[in-house]
């Protein structure tokens, strides 16, 4: 019998936890969606004055965040929260959306010191409600940051302008920040961030030389928050020196170009850059360095052209501009070699006659050659001043070849005449020949 109760009493003990994980089960099923908050259209809650508002709303602040903290509303429906801020135009918006029903914290950070003093947090429930909102507002706000009280800049630095200020009473300030203004968007455009407080210089190098530029600088305080910006000043870098004057280049020297030009009004000289090209609207390379006023430019042919620019470099390296018009040189040109007229054999003698063709030429050089046994014999007749010459050394059976050429007084010589050739024979002329 004993064991039989035994028995008994295990079946129903197995039965009852069978029946209570059963009933377990049903719970389950019985039990409320999952919440999912992405559903929700937040832009479009409804009020509904009866939930009960946000309690035990507190806030805290510092130069660059505003903190607040509330006590969780442990409420059926309950997903989240809304912070809202009263913006420039005396409205409260919203800020940011905590969906998370126990959440009890949210700073709000600000580079702007003391831009925002009120503040108002509300609830939403899942189903799209929204409760009135509880507002609250700093009582004392920190002490702002006061802006940089003195600013200046160092100008007619060759390209650059060195801003300076003092540094910040203020031991909350950790850097600075230097703007300049930009005319063709017309707004300040940060250049610049000095990350030590002690620091009270910045050199802009990114500059047009003569240019004036307007600047500003920002202190910047623990946790990114500006300061007003301190007062414009404005700086100009040096200006580059003004180009040489009256530039000219020779036409007439045999093989040189002399440049001569004139110095510029100014106290910081340092040297001039002369520019060449074969071209005038062609690359110029620098050619010379002279602190001179002129400067000769050497040739080995004759009738070189070429285009020249000069520059004037003061004592900080700055040169002035290219002139927009270059200047041409040239040196000498060739003679016109002369025309001969007629070649003939006068009594076992070559008469040789031509005529002048250029107004620069002083005398003739005549050229002869012939056939000498294996070999070409040349012979050259130097600084002859007639135009007819008259050659007695020829022998017969032999043909004579002969050309002029022209020379100037600064020794130029001509290209050659045309070649005339003259046949001897027996001596007697047989015939002449002109190629």
């Known amino acids: 019998m004993r064991y039989l109760m035994m028995m008994l009493s295990s079946a129903v003990l197995i039965g009852g936890l069978s029946g209570c994980s059963q009933q377990n089960s049903l719970f389950g099923d019985m039990s409320l969606p999952k919440l999912s908050i992405p559903s929700l259209d937040l832009s479009n809650l409804k009020f509904?004055?009866?939930?009960?508002?946000?309690?035990?709303?507190?806030?805290?602040?510092?130069?660059?965040?505003?903190?607040?903290?509330?006590?969780?509303?442990?409420?059926?429906?309950?997903?989240?929260?809304r912070i809202l801020r009263n913006n420039d135009a005396g409205q409260y918006a919203v800020i940011a959306t905590l969906n998370d029903p126990y959440a009890a914290h949210y700073t709000d950070k600000n580079t702007q010191q003391r831009k925002y003093n009120a503040y108002a947090i509300s609830y939403f429930t899942d189903d799209g409600r929204v409760s009135k909102a509880t507002k609250i507002r700093l009582s004392k706000l920190p002490k702002a940051?006061?802006?940089?009280?003195?600013?200046?800049v160092v100008s007619n630095l060759p390209r650059r302008i060195k801003i300076l200020w003092r540094i910040h009473p203020d031991p909350r300030v950790i850097g600075y920040r230097i703007d300049r203004f930009d005319p063709t968007t017309k707004s300040w455009q940060?250049?610049?961030q000095v990350d030590k407080r002690l620091s009270v210089e910045y050199i802009d190098r990114s500059v047009e030389s003569g240019k004036e530029y307007q600047y500003r600088v920002i202190a910047i305080g623990k946790g990114g928050v500006l300061s007003p910006p301190s007062k414009v000043v404005t700086g100009h870098s040096k200006m580059l020196p003004p180009p040489p004057q009256q530039v000219m280049a020779t036409t007439n020297l045999p093989r040189k170009v002399e440049l001569i030009w004139k110095k510029p009004p100014m106290n910081d000289l340092d040297h001039f850059n002369v520019y060449a090209s074969s071209f005038e609207d062609s690359l110029y390379r620098l050619i010379a360095k002279t602190r001179a006023t002129h400067?000769?430019?050497?040739?080995?042919?004759?009738?070189e052209i070429r285009f020249y620019?000069?520059?004037?470099?003061d004592k900080d390296g700055l040169e002035s501009t290219q002139a927009t018009k270059p200047?041409?040189?040239?040196?000498?040109?060739?003679?016109?070699?002369?025309?001969?007229t007629s070649a003939r054999i006068i009594s076992n003698r070559v008469e040789l006659k031509w005529e002048n063709q250029d107004k620069r030429t002083v005398a003739y050089n005549i050229y002869k050659s012939f056939w000498n046994g294996w070999r070409v014999k040349k012979v050259k007749f130097e600084n002859f001043t007639k135009t007819t010459f008259v050659d007695p050394a020829i022998q017969g059976g032999t043909t004579y070849t002969y050309y002029v050429t022209a020379v100037d007084a600064n020794g130029i010589e001509s290209a050659p005449s045309r070649e005339v050739k003259v046949e001897v024979a027996g001596g007697t002329q047989k015939k002449s020949s002109w190629f």
């Open 48 to 81: 509904d004055p009866r939930l009960p508002a946000v309690q035990n709303v507190k806030i805290e602040s510092s130069l660059s965040e505003v903190a607040l903290e509330w006590k969780p509303v442990h409420a059926p429906h309950v997903a989240g929260y």
């Open 145 to 152: 940051i006061a802006p940089l009280p003195y600013v200046t």
């Open 190 to 192: 940060p250049i610049h």
């Open 295 to 303: 400067y000769t430019d050497r040739f080995d042919n004759d009738g």
């Open 309 to 313: 620019r000069v520059t004037t470099v």
């Open 327 to 340: 200047v041409r040189g040239m040196t000498l040109g060739h003679l016109v070699a002369p025309k001969v």
